[in-house]
């Protein structure tokens, strides 16, 4: 995992500020009728930290019918909100 994200920050040329359009489109991707495309932007979103996913993870999580899904977005949901709250006691 660590390193998708060192290369997803070398990609990008990554600074840590993701702009809110890569963000809204991940999100919006995650209403895919592909599970596919719907597990690329479950990964994309874990590896930008977006704790704007948080809440529509949360609904994956929940409703999704496949089961891979919904585990990588419980997985996901956890790993941005446990930055998250890392990064507020740094």
Known sequence: MRLEIERARGLWG???VVP???I???ISRLQDKNPGVRLK???ELEIIGAQEALEPLK???QSDPD???RK???AAGRAIFLKN???KSE
């Open 14 to 16: 990554w600074s840590g």
């Open 67 to 69: 089961n891979e899904v």
């Open 72 to 74: 990588a977005a419980q």
């Open 24 to 26: 809204e489109y991940h």
């Open 59 to 61: 609904s994956l999580f």
């Open 85 to 87: 709250q890392q990064s």
């Open 20 to 22: 809110k359009k890569v």
């Open 41 to 43: 932007a479950i990964k």
